[in-house]
Protein backbone atom coordinates (compact mmCIF):
# COMPACT_ATOMS: atom_id res chain seq x y z
CA UNK A 1 0.00 0.00 0.00
CA UNK A 2 1.33 3.25 -1.27
CA UNK A 3 1.95 6.11 1.50
CA UNK A 4 0.39 8.34 -0.40
CA UNK A 5 -3.43 6.35 -1.07
CA UNK A 6 -3.26 5.68 2.64
CA UNK A 7 -3.23 9.41 3.29
CA UNK A 8 -5.97 9.83 0.60
CA UNK A 9 -8.26 7.31 1.89
CA UNK A 10 -7.73 8.49 5.64
CA UNK A 11 -8.32 12.23 4.37
CA UNK A 12 -11.67 11.19 2.36
CA UNK A 13 -12.45 9.00 4.99
CA UNK A 14 -12.17 12.12 7.73
CA UNK A 15 -14.53 14.09 5.41
CA UNK A 16 -17.16 11.77 5.48
CA UNK A 17 -16.97 11.28 9.29
CA UNK A 18 -17.07 15.19 9.72
CA UNK A 19 -19.80 15.81 7.87
CA UNK A 20 -18.35 17.63 4.95
CA UNK A 21 -19.36 14.70 2.78
CA UNK A 22 -22.68 13.67 3.28
CA UNK A 23 -23.24 10.20 3.72
CA UNK A 24 -25.26 9.16 0.47
CA UNK A 25 -23.61 12.36 -1.55
CA UNK A 26 -21.52 11.34 -4.99
CA UNK A 27 -18.10 11.69 -5.15
CA UNK A 28 -17.91 11.24 -8.90
CA UNK A 29 -16.11 8.91 -11.26
CA UNK A 30 -12.88 7.58 -11.11
CA UNK A 31 -11.60 10.04 -13.42
CA UNK A 32 -13.42 13.51 -11.91
CA UNK A 33 -11.98 11.99 -8.32
CA UNK A 34 -7.82 11.41 -9.84
CA UNK A 35 -8.06 15.19 -11.41
CA UNK A 36 -9.41 16.60 -8.15
CA UNK A 37 -7.36 15.11 -6.16
CA UNK A 38 -4.28 14.87 -8.54
CA UNK A 39 -3.18 11.67 -8.06
CA UNK A 40 -2.33 8.90 -10.46
CA UNK A 41 -5.11 6.02 -11.49
CA UNK A 42 -3.01 3.53 -9.06
CA UNK A 43 -2.83 5.66 -6.37
CA UNK A 44 -6.76 6.38 -6.51
CA UNK A 45 -7.73 3.17 -7.30
CA UNK A 46 -5.62 1.62 -3.93
CA UNK A 47 -7.37 4.69 -1.77
CA UNK A 48 -10.61 3.01 -2.96
CA UNK A 49 -10.06 -0.29 -2.23
CA UNK A 50 -9.24 1.03 1.43
CA UNK A 51 -12.31 2.92 1.57
CA UNK A 52 -14.80 0.17 0.03
CA UNK A 53 -12.93 -2.39 2.98
CA UNK A 54 -13.84 0.05 5.50
CA UNK A 55 -17.18 1.07 4.19
CA UNK A 56 -16.66 4.37 3.32
CA UNK A 57 -17.21 4.22 0.04
CA UNK A 58 -19.94 2.13 -2.42
CA UNK A 59 -20.01 1.89 -6.11
CA UNK A 60 -22.85 2.05 -8.36
CA UNK A 61 -23.25 1.44 -12.16
CA UNK A 62 -25.59 2.62 -14.84
CA UNK A 63 -27.22 6.26 -15.55
CA UNK A 64 -26.41 8.19 -12.35
CA UNK A 65 -24.00 5.53 -11.28
CA UNK A 66 -20.60 6.40 -9.65
CA UNK A 67 -18.74 6.59 -6.36
CA UNK A 68 -20.99 7.53 -3.10
CA UNK A 69 -20.09 8.11 0.23
CA UNK A 70 -21.44 6.03 2.78
CA UNK A 71 -20.82 4.60 6.62
CA UNK A 72 -20.12 0.88 7.88
CA UNK A 73 -22.03 -1.36 9.26
CA UNK A 74 -21.62 -2.27 13.00
CA UNK A 75 -21.07 -5.85 11.63
CA UNK A 76 -18.47 -4.49 9.41
CA UNK A 77 -16.54 -2.35 11.89
CA UNK A 78 -16.39 -5.70 14.01
CA UNK A 79 -14.69 -7.05 11.16
CA UNK A 80 -12.36 -3.62 10.53
CA UNK A 81 -11.11 -4.17 14.46
CA UNK A 82 -10.18 -7.95 14.39
CA UNK A 83 -8.04 -6.82 10.50
CA UNK A 84 -6.25 -3.72 12.13
CA UNK A 85 -5.43 -5.82 15.43
CA UNK A 86 -3.85 -8.96 13.17
CA UNK A 87 -1.83 -6.29 10.84
CA UNK A 88 -1.05 -3.88 13.31
CA UNK A 89 -1.71 -4.93 17.12
CA UNK A 90 0.96 -5.68 19.41
CA UNK A 91 1.99 -9.02 21.73
CA UNK A 92 0.12 -6.30 24.24
CA UNK A 93 -2.43 -5.76 22.78
CA UNK A 94 -3.30 -9.01 22.76
CA UNK A 95 -2.78 -9.53 26.49
CA UNK A 96 -4.61 -6.83 27.67
CA UNK A 97 -7.62 -6.86 26.08
CA UNK A 98 -8.07 -10.88 26.05
CA UNK A 99 -7.47 -9.84 29.74
CA UNK A 100 -10.08 -7.46 30.39
CA UNK A 101 -12.64 -10.29 28.33
CA UNK A 102 -11.65 -13.35 31.04
CA UNK A 103 -14.65 -12.60 33.33
CA UNK A 104 -17.15 -12.10 30.78
CA UNK A 105 -16.46 -14.89 28.96
CA UNK A 106 -16.23 -17.09 31.75
CA UNK A 107 -19.30 -15.49 33.49
CA UNK A 108 -20.86 -16.12 29.66
CA UNK A 109 -19.56 -19.77 30.24
CA UNK A 110 -21.19 -20.44 33.62
CA UNK A 111 -24.63 -19.65 31.93
CA UNK A 112 -24.21 -21.82 29.01
CA UNK A 113 -22.47 -24.72 30.33
CA UNK A 114 -23.81 -28.17 29.48
CA UNK A 115 -22.78 -31.45 31.18
CA UNK A 116 -20.55 -32.17 27.91
CA UNK A 117 -18.74 -28.86 28.11
CA UNK A 118 -17.60 -29.22 31.49
CA UNK A 119 -16.58 -32.84 30.66
CA UNK A 120 -14.32 -31.54 28.15
CA UNK A 121 -13.03 -28.85 30.51
CA UNK A 122 -11.94 -31.33 33.01
CA UNK A 123 -10.30 -33.59 29.92
CA UNK A 124 -8.37 -30.70 28.83
CA UNK A 125 -7.10 -29.65 32.72
CA UNK A 126 -6.51 -33.67 33.09
CA UNK A 127 -4.00 -33.09 30.33
CA UNK A 128 -2.53 -29.85 31.87
CA UNK A 129 -2.07 -31.90 34.62
CA UNK A 130 -0.36 -34.65 32.34
CA UNK A 131 1.93 -31.67 30.65
CA UNK A 132 3.24 -30.28 33.93
CA UNK A 133 6.74 -31.32 33.26
CA UNK A 134 6.98 -30.56 29.18
CA UNK A 135 6.25 -26.10 29.52
CA UNK A 136 5.55 -25.90 26.00
CA UNK A 137 2.86 -28.87 25.77
CA UNK A 138 1.80 -26.99 29.24
CA UNK A 139 0.87 -24.06 27.33
CA UNK A 140 -0.81 -25.66 24.72
CA UNK A 141 -3.30 -27.38 26.60
CA UNK A 142 -4.03 -23.90 28.50
CA UNK A 143 -4.68 -21.99 25.51
CA UNK A 144 -6.92 -25.40 24.53
CA UNK A 145 -8.67 -24.77 28.11
CA UNK A 146 -9.37 -21.29 27.77
CA UNK A 147 -9.74 -21.42 24.02
CA UNK A 148 -12.96 -24.27 24.86
CA UNK A 149 -13.98 -22.28 27.30
CA UNK A 150 -14.88 -19.68 24.96
CA UNK A 151 -16.34 -22.03 22.55
CA UNK A 152 -19.87 -22.49 25.12
CA UNK A 153 -19.91 -18.99 25.15
CA UNK A 154 -23.60 -17.94 23.98
CA UNK A 155 -22.54 -14.70 22.96
CA UNK A 156 -21.22 -15.68 19.64
CA UNK A 157 -19.37 -12.36 19.16
CA UNK A 158 -17.50 -12.18 22.57
CA UNK A 159 -16.26 -15.97 21.92
CA UNK A 160 -15.17 -15.27 18.61
CA UNK A 161 -13.63 -12.04 19.80
CA UNK A 162 -12.19 -13.87 22.43
CA UNK A 163 -10.49 -16.96 20.57
CA UNK A 164 -9.36 -14.57 17.79
CA UNK A 165 -7.17 -12.68 20.26
CA UNK A 166 -6.08 -15.86 21.67
CA UNK A 167 -5.13 -17.55 18.08
CA UNK A 168 -2.95 -13.72 17.31
CA UNK A 169 -1.28 -13.91 20.85
CA UNK A 170 -0.31 -18.04 21.13
CA UNK A 171 1.05 -17.07 17.11
CA UNK A 172 3.46 -14.01 18.64
CA UNK A 173 4.25 -16.13 21.29
CA UNK A 174 5.25 -19.30 19.30
CA UNK A 175 7.03 -16.74 16.75
CA UNK A 176 8.97 -14.85 19.17
CA UNK A 177 11.59 -16.19 21.84
CA UNK A 178 10.12 -17.90 24.92
CA UNK A 179 9.21 -15.45 27.73
CA UNK A 180 9.86 -15.82 31.23
CA UNK A 181 7.45 -16.38 33.62
CA UNK A 182 6.97 -16.41 37.84
CA UNK A 183 4.33 -18.50 38.84
CA UNK A 184 4.85 -22.33 39.25
CA UNK A 185 3.18 -24.91 37.77
CA UNK A 186 1.37 -26.29 40.57
CA UNK A 187 -0.61 -22.56 41.29
CA UNK A 188 -1.53 -22.53 37.34
CA UNK A 189 -2.98 -25.74 37.65
CA UNK A 190 -4.99 -24.69 41.21
CA UNK A 191 -6.01 -21.57 39.44
CA UNK A 192 -7.30 -23.29 36.04
CA UNK A 193 -8.96 -26.07 38.26
CA UNK A 194 -10.76 -23.51 40.32
CA UNK A 195 -12.06 -21.98 37.00
CA UNK A 196 -13.40 -24.97 36.24
CA UNK A 197 -14.98 -25.80 38.85
CA UNK A 198 -16.53 -22.21 39.17
CA UNK A 199 -18.25 -22.53 35.30
CA UNK A 200 -19.63 -25.95 36.73
CA UNK A 201 -21.34 -24.53 39.61
CA UNK A 202 -22.68 -21.34 37.93
CA UNK A 203 -22.08 -18.95 40.43
CA UNK A 204 -21.38 -15.47 39.31
CA UNK A 205 -19.38 -14.62 42.74
CA UNK A 206 -17.49 -18.36 42.52
CA UNK A 207 -16.76 -17.06 38.69
CA UNK A 208 -15.27 -13.83 39.75
CA UNK A 209 -13.29 -14.65 42.47
CA UNK A 210 -11.76 -17.59 40.21
CA UNK A 211 -10.73 -15.24 37.29
CA UNK A 212 -9.47 -12.48 40.29
CA UNK A 213 -7.01 -15.48 40.92
CA UNK A 214 -6.10 -16.45 37.07
CA UNK A 215 -5.28 -12.65 36.85
CA UNK A 216 -2.38 -12.80 39.22
CA UNK A 217 -1.07 -15.00 36.99
CA UNK A 218 -0.48 -12.42 34.15
CA UNK A 219 3.04 -10.86 34.29
CA UNK A 220 6.03 -9.05 32.32
CA UNK A 221 8.43 -10.71 31.50
CA UNK A 222 10.31 -7.46 31.24
CA UNK A 223 9.99 -3.45 30.57
CA UNK A 224 10.43 -4.26 27.06
CA UNK A 225 8.17 -7.31 26.78
CA UNK A 226 4.34 -7.42 26.94
CA UNK A 227 1.95 -8.82 29.39
CA UNK A 228 1.98 -12.52 29.06
CA UNK A 229 0.69 -15.26 30.68
CA UNK A 230 2.73 -17.13 33.52
CA UNK A 231 1.43 -20.24 32.55
CA UNK A 232 4.82 -22.30 32.62
CA UNK A 233 7.52 -22.72 34.80
CA UNK A 234 7.79 -25.52 36.38
CA UNK A 235 7.87 -26.27 40.42
Not at 134 to 152: C, G, P, T
Request: proline share 4%; aromatic share 6%.
Amino acid sequence: MSSRAALLADQIEAEIVAGAIAVGARLGTKDELRRRHDVAYGTLNEALRILQQRGYVTSRTGPGGGLFASTPTAALQLTQLIVGFRQGGTFADAAVVRLALEEPVALDAARSRTPADIADLEAIVARCTAARDDARSYVYENWQLHRRIAQICSNRILGNLYTTLLDAHESQVREGPHPSFEATVDDNLAAHRALVAAIADGSEESVRDAVHTHETYFVVSNPDRALVPADVRPA
